[in-house]
């Protein structure tokens, strides 16, 4: 794997009046780690893992998990590596996991499906245990709604924490954050007091939102009006964040996008996770603004 060095930059910029902001990589398949510089990166934001699932054995796999999960630690270096656990459902089918009602949106997607089907969350689990001992390892949980669905979660990372010590096996607590994409939890994050960190998953968050599925071209104008409710709900959870001291940063394709940059920054955010081939113009957008999302200043 390609070793970052203790000099680089490592996705660390500024805006012109001199606020740190720090980009990650979003990564959707483990092969696109060799062809990005992770010194361009303050590591792996999210993570993606429903490239993992191509057949319901392989997402059982523990040990293809595990090589995985090592290959993105080794890449990210000293920085972290944030893992979303498997976020099917939605717009991400397998057939033979979950019922066919689980495809919907409003359905069983997300960590809904993994604590309906714990043996899922269990198999990825203890292979995140074993590899948090080898970096910095961070684990995101998709479409949290409720507190209770993160103790539950956590509760499954804990027994298993023991089973596995008990087979001698080496392990590691990971930090456990959540994805903010669903309005009842970005608007009440003070009540996830548990979580380590938080991520905005703005892909999902808009078409809650505005009631239009992110894959409805008859309803992409309405998606994309809800803009400034996007915003906005970003600005609330930002500040509920910082209240509690816990960090808080974003996932979701508008943070790729140079339009929405100043707006994201004014709202508070710090920590943007981007498409890798978007790190670049984004980093340059940051570069000539204002902390306030006001241009550069003469
Ligand atoms: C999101 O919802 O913004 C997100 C980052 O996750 P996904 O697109 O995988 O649902
Ligand atoms: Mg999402």
Redesign the pocket.
């Known amino acids: 794997a390609v070793r970052p060095t203790a000099s680089r930059a490592g996705g660390a910029i500024q805006t012109a009046d001199g606020v740190a902001i720090r980009l990650s990589a979003i990564m959707n398949d483990p092969r696109d780690l060799e062809a990005i510089d992770p010194a361009s990166f303050a590591g792996i934001g999210?993570m993606?893992t429903e490239f993992l699932v191509t057949s319901p054995a392989d997402a059982f796999d523990e040990e293809k998990h595990y090589d995985i999960y090592r290959h993105a630690l080794d890449w990210a270096g000293e920085s972290p590596a944030i893992v979303r656990m498997l976020?099917l459902g939605?717009?991400?089918t397998l057939p033979g996991l979950g019922a066919r009602r689980s495809e919907s949106f409003m359905g069983l997607r997300g960590i809904r499906l993994l604590l309906a089907r714990p043996e899922l969350a269990r198999a990825q689990a203890r292979a995140l245990l074993r590899a948090a001992v080898h970096g910095n390892l961070g684990v995101l949980l998709?479409m949290v709604t409720v507190p209770g669905e993160l103790d539950a979660m956590r509760a499954i990372f804990e027994e298993e924490s023991t089973a596995l010590g008990k087979r001698g096996l080496q392990t590691r607590m990971p930090e456990i954050g959540m994805?903010v994409?669903v309005p009842a939890a970005a608007l009440m994050l003070d009540r996830f007091s548990r979580s380590d960190f938080f991520s905005f998953?703005?892909?999902?968050?808009a078409q809650y939102l505005a009631a239009a599925a992110r894959d409805d071209q008859s309803v992409a104008a309405l998606y994309d009006a809800a803009t400034p409710a996007v915003y906005r709900v970003i600005a609330q959870g930002v500040a509920l964040a910082e209240a509690m001291n816990k960090p808080i940063g974003i996932?979701?394709?508008m943070a790729s996008d140079p339009r929405h940059i100043p707006a994201l920054i004014a709202a508070g955010l710090r920590q943007f996770s981007v498409a890798p081939n978007r790190v670049a113009d984004i980093g340059s957008t940051i570069g000539g603004m204002c902390s306030d999302g006001g241009p550069r200043r003469r």
């Open positions: 999210l993606r976020d939605g717009d991400k998709p994805m994409e998953g703005t892909n999902d968050l996932c979701g394709e």
